[in-house]
């Protein structure tokens, strides 16, 4: 089992930034790959980015890429979203996810654990 809590959210005029932060617990940390979505009003849940157990692959969405960037700290159980030039399309919920690759995370077929979401809202 994993547990993940989502933090960072906010209103921001668009062109800022935020930074989001999900924390994890309970199987080894470095153990799983590590990923964001996001769900926005009336939509499905997109993939926005993930990263490998080691941190050394990424993935972007093509609408985010050049201005999100996924890390993580393995130290520190803790996975960021760094997200400048903020745009209003990038208001929605944001979704952490554990699984066992990023491939599978992306394709959204291996997440058995989610957060609970934090809002960003980008105004205009």
């Known amino acids: 089992q994993v547990q993940l809590v989502e933090s960072g959210g906010g209103l921001v005029q668009a062109g800022g930034s935020l930074r989001l932060s999900c924390a994890a617990s309970?199987?080894?940390?470095?153990?799983?790959?590590m990923g964001w979505f996001r769900q926005a009003p009336g939509k499905e849940r997109e993939f926005v980015a993930g990263?490998?157990?080691?941190?050394?692959?990424?993935d972007y969405a093509d609408s985010v890429k050049g201005r999100f960037t996924i890390s993580r700290d393995n130290a520190k159980n803790t996975v960021y979203l760094q997200m400048n030039s903020l745009k209003p399309e990038d208001t929605a919920v944001y979704y952490c996810?554990?699984?066992?690759?990023?491939?599978?995370?992306?394709?959204?077929?291996?997440?058995?654990?989610w957060g609970q979401g934090t809002q960003v809202t980008v105004s205009s």
């Open positions: 309970g199987r080894t940390f470095s153990s799983v790959a």
């Open positions: 990263i490998s157990r080691s941190g050394r692959s990424t």
């Open positions: 996810t554990a699984g066992n690759l990023l491939a599978t995370i992306k394709t959204k077929t291996d997440t058995p654990y």
